[in-house]
């Protein structure tokens, strides 16, 4: 396994337009994380999954983002009607129910979102 | 709700050691973890305390006091490559969520 997989690593979209993300976490954890991150500032937490039910969505949350996790394997997260303050980098991350560092999170390497 | 709140930047000396300190709130309390981010590259985990005291990994240590609210990481024998961003962040027990708040970060830059 060769840890946590983001796709595709940047995007460039128009002001208006919809984009999806997509996110393999490390096969055998089943807690997955999305995070929003902009420069200087720390992951803000979106929304996360344990096996495919979402679990908490964060309150500062737009509607126009939505997350899903079916068969509770790869995640995607899309983001409708893009504005320019949605520029920023998506973070995936997942962990293990159980393990002694359930709170080590395993990230992936983002996707990065420029909103033209 | 939680806050966190740690220095913006830290600059130190190669060889030389550094402290970097997290202060939070939160309604309760469920262990202090600490990652490293490298410009361009993806959070990585370091460090988590649950209880009161020190915890060591080589050349990487983190301290908790739960009655402070409070910890810190500790680096020593800094290297050039520790140049990075540090990010505590804290589980808030009371809600029973497995989420982690991060705070907003520390740029650490070790000089030659």
């Known amino acids: 396994d060769t840890g946590v997989s983001q796709n595709p690593r940047h995007k460039i979209t128009k002001r208006g337009q919809n984009v999806t993300f997509r996110c393999d976490p490390i096969s055998e954890h089943n807690r997955l994380y999305w995070y929003r991150q902009t420069l200087g500032q720390g992951p803000e937490f979106l929304t996360y999954?344990?096996?495919?039910?979402?679990?908490?969505k964060s309150r500062l949350l737009s509607d126009r983002f939505s997350a899903e996790r079916p068969k509770g394997s790869f995640s995607t997260l899309e983001i409708q009607r893009t504005e320019q303050g949605d520029s920023a980098m998506y973070l995936c991350a997942s962990s293990f129910k159980g393990a002694r560092f359930d709170y080590g999170y395993t990230f992936g390497s983002g996707t990065r979102l420029t909103v033209v | 709700g939680q806050s966190l709140e740690q220095p913006s930047e830290v600059t130190a000396v190669e060889g030389a050691i550094v402290q970097i300190n997290c202060t939070y709130q939160t309604s309760g309390f469920y262990g202090l973890s600490w990652y490293q981010q490298h410009d361009g590259g993806a959070p990585t985990f370091l460090s988590y305390?649950?209880?009161?005291g020190l915890e060591e990994t080589g050349r990487f240590s983190s301290f908790l006091s739960r009655s402070d609210s409070y910890g810190y990481l500790l680096l020593q024998e800094l290297q050039m490559k520790d140049s990075a961003s540090y990010f505590c962040?804290?589980?808030?027990?009371?809600?029973?969520?497995?989420?982690?708040?991060f705070g907003s970060g520390t740029r650490l830059l070790v000089r030659p």
């Open positions: 305390n649950a209880l009161d």
């Open positions: 999954f344990q096996n495919e039910a979402q679990l908490e």
């Open positions: 962040a804290v589980r808030d027990r009371m809600d029973s969520s497995y989420k982690l708040i």
